[in-house]
Structure formats: C-alpha cells, structure tokens
Nanobody, 123 residues
Framework: QVQLVESGGGLVQAGGSLRLSCAAS????????MGWFRQAPGKEREFVAR???????DYADSVKGRVTISRDNAKNTVYLQMNNLKPEDTAVYYC?????????????????WGQGTQVTVSS
C-alpha cells in the first residue's frame, strides 16, 4: 500500500490559483499511476485528473483547461495546478493510488488515499 499526504489547500477568491501537492511513500513512485479526486459536502467523491506512469494525463470536463496534473518522480510527488478557480471547485481534494481495476474515473477503483486537503473558493 502507498502512503499519501496532500497539502496546498486553502481559501482563495474566484479567479485565483492554487497548487496542491501529494507526497507518496511506500513503493517506487514511478511505477504507478496517480489520480486526484474531490468531494463536496453532500456529494460523492468525483474524478478530477489522473496521470499515468508515463506521464499521460486525463481530466474531468468540469476542470479541463483550468487544471494541470504533473508528477516529479525524483520527489515522489504529484501536483495539481488549479487556475481560474470557481466557487463550485470548493471541496476536499484527495490524491489516490493503487489502481485495482475498473474505471479510472471511479473512486472505487483506487485502494490508497490521502487524508485530503480543503479547497475553498469564495465568490
């Protein structure tokens, strides 16, 4: 199992930017894909972005063009750069690893999770 620790959340005004980080440990970082999900109060955890071992990326339609996922294998860290933030981006953001099969877009397909970091966007 991979251990994950997120950081970088906070309060930002609409239109602002944040960069989230997720530090991983426990297995060789470059050997597995990573994902970011988010969960707003009263809603299910939803897919935001993922990056493969080779660096291929995929994004939810709701964030495409505003969000960039990247990884630094030397630092065992995956990043989520979020620009032009909107109030509807307010949620707890989680990173995920250890894909166990099924859809890459489903939270049920990942075994390892961080504790989450709160992102709040004010209007």
């Amino acid at each position: 199992q991979v251990q994950l620790v997120e950081s970088g959340g906070g309060l930002v005004q609409a239109g602002g930017s944040l960069r989230l980080s997720c530090a991983a440990s426990g297995r060789t970082f470059g050997t597995y894909a990573m994902g970011w999900f988010r969960q707003a109060p009263g809603k299910e955890r939803e897919f935001v972005a993922r990056i493969s071992r080779g660096g291929s990326t995929d994004y939810a339609d709701s964030v495409k063009g505003r969000v960039t996922i990247s990884r630094d294998n030397a630092k065992n860290t995956v990043y989520l750069q979020m620009n032009n933030l909107k109030p509807e981006d307010t949620a707890v953001y989680y990173c995920a690893a250890d894909f166990v099969g099924g859809s890459y877009y489903s939270a049920r397909s990942y075994y390892s999770w961080g504790q989450g970091t709160q992102v709040t966007v004010s209007s």
